[in-house]
């Protein structure tokens, strides 16, 4: 006899919370590492892109934010709730060749996609004759 669970399974996270008030819920984020440019990409249905703080300082990219509960009146009652809600916060340490003064955000479609671009780290240096 088969059994069919009901309940998905979790992956685990690789970052781990920055905060006391983290752990509610992590919104999955893929890191994606181009030849010009780093792209996080952050799935944030349901929260106002206004209200998403993100900063980089020391190397470290960190999204925070919040979904709100969807909290209903007292005449309705829920049967089932899966969706997680609450305060987030996610922090991402990126290589040296990262720029943090060029860091741009947008989101649409309730993904919210940051580019940082990268920066040479090496130059070639000409010698002059004397």
């Known amino acids: 006899m088969y ?6 399974r979790r992956a685990p996270l690789s970052v781990r919370p920055t905060g006391p008030e983290d752990g509610r819920w992590q919104p999955p984020v893929d890191v994606v590492a181009e030849t010009v440019r780093y792209v996080l990409r952050a799935d944030l249905p349901g929260v106002d892109p206004a209200r ?33 809600w609450g305060r987030f ?7 040296d060749d990262a720029d943090p003064e060029a860091v741009s955000a947008s989101s649409r479609h309730g993904v919210l996609e940051i580019t940082v671009p990268r920066r040479e780290t090496s130059r070639r240096i000409e010698v002059e004759a004397a």
């Open 52 to 84: 998403v703080e993100i900063t980089m300082e020391d190397g470290v990219l960190s999204i925070a934010g919040e979904r709100e509960s969807g909290r209903v009146g007292d005449d309705v009652r829920h049967t089932r709730r899966e969706r997680a």
């Open 3 to 8: 059994r069919l669970s009901i309940y998905p």
């Open 89 to 95: 916060a996610r922090s991402f340490r990126l290589p």
